[in-house]
């Protein structure tokens, strides 16, 4: 079993920076992948990013590489997502999951945490 708990969420100007955190617990959370989505009001979740816990291969979305940053903190069992220059479309909730397979964008991941909303304002 595999819990994953987000914080870091919060509400931040246009061109502000955020970090999220995943915090993952459980056994076997080495044989995991972790990965980062977020969904917007009325859209799909959309893959934002993928880690391992070695960071030997990290995949972005295209779209916002440059602009967030995924990392992993073997030591303290958490992953952290940094979001700089913000924008208001960047606005959602974002989750954390984990899988024992590399599915990147493919969103039927093992485990998911709660999410944690993130507001920007223009």
């Known amino acids: 079993q595999v819990q994953l708990v987000e914080s870091g969420g919060g509400s931040v100007q246009a061109g502000g920076s955020l970090r999220l955190s995943c915090a993952a617990s459980g056994r076997t959370i080495r044989n995991y992948v972790m990965a980062w989505f977020r969904q917007a009001p009325g859209k799909e979740r959309e893959f934002l990013g993928t880690?391992?816990?070695?960071?030997?291969?990290?995949v972005y979305l295209a779209s916002v590489k440059g602009r967030f940053t995924i990392s992993a903190d073997n030591a303290k069992n958490t992953v952290y997502l940094q979001l700089n220059s913000l924008k208001p479309e960047d606005t959602a909730v974002y989750y954390c999951?984990?899988?024992?397979?590399?599915?990147?964008?493919?969103?039927?991941?093992?485990?998911w945490g709660q999410g944690t909303q993130v507001t920007v304002s223009s």
């Open positions: 999951a984990a899988d024992r397979t590399y599915r990147d964008s493919n969103p039927n991941y093992d485990y």
């Open positions: 880690i391992n816990w070695s960071g030997t291969r990290i």
